[in-house]
């Protein structure tokens, strides 16, 4: 995203639209990729020997959920978008570099589906039975000692 600097007025320019998410060169991969273009709401204005950029980035992705390996659509929303640059001996700055570094520090590290609470992950289910027959294990006599119980016999003199 290229900003002619003699198109910006001394109280700054509002920009809104949308630009191909293409344009960021995001890792598109089997586990994540972009569903359509990236939506930008920025103010953009020049202030010394800067240009400043606030606003907000949108873009809805797919990415795989982490415990179940199933596909989901997450909405990013990149609300505090905040730069300041120092101006370029050339007319015209480009915010690429800078917008892509902040969707990529938004993007989960840990992505999940039930994120926004809708549905349950039938990744986090069978934990959740993994964890009671494991605990299960633990009041039963008969199981297999943990390896820390076996360590701890070795100090201990024999009867």
């Not at 009671?132 to 000692?145: C, K, L, M, N």
């Amino acid at each position: 995203m290229k900003i002619h600097l003699r198109q910006i007025p001394e109280e700054g320019l509002h920009l809104e639209g949308e630009e191909s998410a293409a344009l960021l060169d995001l890792p598109t991969d089997e586990y994540n990729r972009p569903l359509g273009p990236v939506q930008y709401s920025l103010d953009v204005g020049v202030s010394g020997t800067g240009l400043w950029a606030t606003g907000e980035l949108s873009l809805d992705l797919e990415l795989e959920c982490v415990r179940c390996l199933e596909k989901f659509e997450y909405p990013l929303l990149v609300s505090d978008v905040a730069m300041q640059i120092e101006l370029p001996p050339q007319e015209t700055v480009d915010l690429t570099p800078h917008l892509r570094e902040d969707i990529l520090l938004a993007l989960p590290a840990y992505p999940h589906c039930d994120w926004s609470g809708e549905r349950v992950c039938p990744g986090r289910q069978e934990a959740k039975r993994e964890s009671a027959a494991s605990a299960e294990g633990a009041a039963d006599p008969s199981r297999t000692p943990s390896a820390w119980e076996v360590l701890d016999q070795i100090n201990k003199p024999a009867k």
